[in-house]
């Protein structure tokens, strides 16, 4: 079975654009959780999507969006970025029933200069 | 709310020397424990779980960790540690079923010593 994969790996971007990031979940998997993952703040809870609805937020701002299509997979948008959006943003899938871990892709490193 | 403390941030052991890795949970129900390693430029993957079925749970790469609820601790462990040990571990907890979100310690760095 293929994991989580995410697309791209690497993305550079300036202040005040915007990015999309874009995450498979392994097959079967209906619930996918993103993280922000920097040196200063660690690992952070973004959202979770489950069967289309955002099901669970973290505390970032307006800027920070996602989806989850009918198929599963999800994307995240940030707008507006700025320097401290830096990080390696992690994809994560799991079946979402009681006691299941879990997946995570490889991240997408942003850059944001 | 939920939060897991792991104790150093750096912890270096002998290779063949015993591994362990300190993490203490806050929650007022047992929660869902994990610990995830993570690999330079990589994601993270899952050494092992706690979900109330064991007090010890074994996992992959000769990892095992306890939960006990009186000390609200899950400390990882391995009896003799290994050059490819060398990573980076972060302990979790997450509340229950329909809410997934992973709430993660500051990470422990592991150096394995020749």
């Known amino acids: 079975k293929a994991g989580v994969t995410q697309t791209p790996r690497y993305l550079i971007k300036t202040r005040g654009q915007q990015v999309t990031l874009s995450c498979s979940p392994i097959?079967?998997?209906?619930?996918v959780s993103w993280y922000q993952q920097t040196p200063g703040q660690g690992l952070q809870f973004l959202f979770e999507?489950?069967?289309?609805?955002?099901?669970n937020k973290g505390n970032f701002p307006g800027r920070f969006s996602g989806r989850q299509f009918s198929n599963s997979r999800s994307e995240m948008n940030v707008s507006t970025l700025e320097l401290g959006d830096s990080a390696l943003y992690l994809c994560?899938?799991?079946?979402?029933?009681?006691?299941?871990?879990?997946?995570f892709g490889p991240g997408t490193r942003l850059t944001v200069l | 709310a939920q939060s897991v403390t792991q104790l150093g941030s750096h912890v270096s052991v002998s290779e063949g020397a015993l591994v362990l890795l300190r993490c203490n949970y806050s929650?007022?129900?047992?929660?869902?424990l994990f610990w995830y390693v993570q690999y330079p430029n990589q994601g993270l993957q899952l050494l092992l779980k706690?979900?109330?079925?064991?007090?010890l749970v074994k996992g992959i790469n000769g990892f095992e960790a306890e939960f006990k609820k009186s000390e609200t601790s899950f400390h990882l462990t391995k009896p003799s540690a290994h050059m490819s040990d060398a990573a980076e571990y972060f302990c979790?907890?997450?509340?229950?079923?329909?809410?997934?979100?992973?709430?993660f310690g500051t990470g422990t760095r592991l150096t394995i010593i020749p």
């Open positions: 994560a899938s799991t079946p979402g029933q009681p006691g299941n871990e879990q997946f």
């Open positions: 097959s079967g998997h209906r619930s």
């Open positions: 999507y489950f069967s289309e609805t955002q099901r």
């Open positions: 929650s007022s129900v047992p929660p869902y």
């Open positions: 706690y979900t109330s079925a064991a007090t």
């Open positions: 979790a907890v997450r509340k229950n079923f329909g809410n997934e979100k992973l709430t």
